[in-house]
């Protein structure tokens, strides 16, 4: 097909404008074979979405690569100036996926030759420490590169203003009119004045052995990085908290970015943890841990009587706020606030009510989450999502933390182990008291984003009366996001909107079944109609 001519001229001028020898031969290619695909790769720059920039590597405005990076980091530059915090410190990290060293060099280079102190980390590390560094050190800002657990062929760009916490509306707006008013990319200076920050790791890893509250030690662990960054950090972690016995999927241990075991390198995934849970079966393991790539979610496996399971999102997200909320120290958080999202289980409200303290829901993401209630967190003890995000220790990392939440889980089940109990026991026990939420998800990939706004509009102009036998009420969730909630009788509940990191969109499912006296059939009725509703949500959103 022949080329328009305004695309041409675009892609000759980004070519020119390109710092990479490499990319400049890319896009060339692209543009001398005519290629369809050029339209995409010039359709405009990356946009921040629910945890910063995300993107395919590869050249071209529309993509990660070292003009995107550097135009981006000069727009971040230009807004800190603005609010008058030239010459601060700012924090760079990385993760191991391709294209992460150069990105967060250039990165350092820009802020650098704009003023900046700029503090490397010193090797590849879970972006939990990249967060922890940004509060800990006081810098107006800090940046992961990092694509969490998307495909092996995407990295991204995440970004933390001061005091640790994400970007939210209007900020984002206003640095990506910053970027986009940046010259190109081979006019932005660029420097190698900056210092690696070779302390942060280990203080990190000081912080988080702290957060047991028990003295129970006795817990064989099996754990698996997933092929990312978050194995050393982990091992340490949990050994300096007295947790000897672990052991690690050998194969998955060692940063790879091609993630060669695993399909998509996410610990929700089916089949991403089969081999961990092959090997927490083979040791006679009490606990299985999976970390997501850049180590900021946290998934648990347990034994059962069939076998291992991995625990749901949601059901690790309980656990762990009642362990904290029942070892609080109320002197040191005479208010204390917990936080959810409007996706995750209703359960932990319950769970706040019991225990007397302050519970807040919030959109989709932890930018919001370690804002809730007051718009700052103020006296956040704990916030999970059912993506497998939990932050136990929200003091100092005002994010997700996988390591942090992987050393609490193990203290727990060392503690109940310890009592003749196990993480199951103690779920049963919350779904009697609170009752039986089962939970889901239908998501829906796509190749064309237009199927999700279509999706969307129609089901807005045509709003659903029923779904799975039970009548439903619909609300919307604009303008703070796209979204949509059905509501009916019974706890159910079901959250539609598209996703902030991925081509999806995401439905997630709920439904509650109190408990009399027969908790397994409270357990077998909730099943069965998690079920049905989870067909006939698959109907409603499919075209």
């Known amino acids: 097909m022949a080329l328009d001519e305004q695309l041409r001229a675009a892609a000759e001028q980004w070519i020119a404008d390109d710092v990479d020898e490499s990319s400049q031969a890319e896009l060339r290619a692209l543009l001398d074979a005519e ?23 590869r050249a071209g405005a529309n993509g990660m690569n070292r003009a995107v990076v550097v135009r981006t980091t000069a727009g971040v530059a230009a807004w800190l100036a603005e609010q008058g915090q030239r010459g601060g410190v700012v924090v760079i990290g990385r993760d191991a996926r391709h294209g992460s060293e150069e990105f967060a060099a250039d990165a350092a280079g820009v802020l650098a030759a704009a003023g900046f102190d700029v503090r490397m980390l010193p090797t590849p590390l879970p972006t939990p420490v990249l967060a922890y560094a940004t509060r800990a050190l006081e810098a107006v800002a800090g940046i ?18 001061s005091g640790g916490i994400q970007l939210v509306d209007p900020v984002d707006g206003e640095i990506e009119r ?30 988080v052995a702290l957060l047991p509250r028990g003295s129970d030690r006795e817990l064989r662990v099996a754990a698996t990085a997933l092929h990312g960054v978050g194995a050393r950090t982990l091992k340490q972690a949990l050994r300096r908290a007295g947790f000897e016995d672990v052991h690690l999927v050998a194969e998955q241990a060692d940063p790879d970015p091609d993630f060669p075991s695993v399909g998509f390198p996410n610990p929700e995934e089916p089949g991403a943890t089969d081999e961990l849970l092959k090997l927490a079966a083979d040791i006679d393991a009490d606990l299985a841990i999976a970390l997501d790539p850049d180590a900021d979610r946290c998934a648990l496996g347990v034994p059962t009587a069939d076998g291992w399971r991995m625990l749901r999102g949601d059901e690790t997200g309980v656990l762990l706020a009642w362990h904290v909320l029942s070892t609080l120290d109320p002197e040191e958080h005479p208010d204390p606030l917990v936080a959810t999202t409007i996706v995750s289980s209703n359960m932990l409200r319950s769970i706040a009510a019991e225990f007397g303290v302050r519970y807040a829901e919030t959109l989709t993401g932890f930018k919001w989450l370690v804002r809730a209630g007051d718009g700052a967190g103020t006296g956040l003890v704990y916030a999970y999502e059912e993506a497998l995000g939990h932050s136990v220790d929200p003091e100092r990392v005002r994010d997700k933390d996988g390591i942090s939440a992987a050393v609490l889980a193990c203290d727990l089940t060392a503690s109940l182990i310890a009592s003749d109990d196990h993480l199951l026991d103690l779920l049963d026990e919350l779904s009697t008291e609170h009752g039986v939420h089962e939970t889901g998800q239908v998501s829906v990939r796509v190749t064309d984003l237009e199927v999700i706004d279509r999706t969307m509009r129609r089901l807005r102009e045509q709003p659903v009366a029923e779904l799975a036998g039970t009548e439903v ?7 703070e996001t796209d979204g949509l909630v059905l509501t009916g009788s019974g706890g159910l509940r079901v ?4 996703s902030g990191t991925e081509p999806k969109l995401k439905c997630y499912l709920q439904v509650v079944e109190q408990v009399s006296d027969d ?15 989870r067909r006939a949500v698959s109907d409603l959103v499919s075209e």
């Open 35 to 57: 290629d369809p695909e050029l339209v995409e790769r010039m359709s405009g720059l990356p946009r921040f979405g629910t945890a910063g920039l995300r993107a395919p590597v």
């Open 144 to 161: 992961q590169i990092t694509a969490s657990h998307n495909p092996p062929g995407d990295n991204g760009y995440k970004l933390y203003l």
């Open 178 to 207: 910053a970027i986009a008013d940046t010259p190109a990319a081979t006019a932005v200076p660029r420097s190698r004045s900056w210092s690696i920050a070779d302390s942060v790791p280990d203080h990190y890893v000081s912080r």
């Open 473 to 479: 009420s619909t609300g919307d969730l604009l303008p």
């Open 495 to 498: 959250v539609i909107r598209p």
């Open 519 to 533: 908790l397994a059939g409270a357990k077998r009725r909730a099943a069965e109609r998690l079920e049905e509703l």
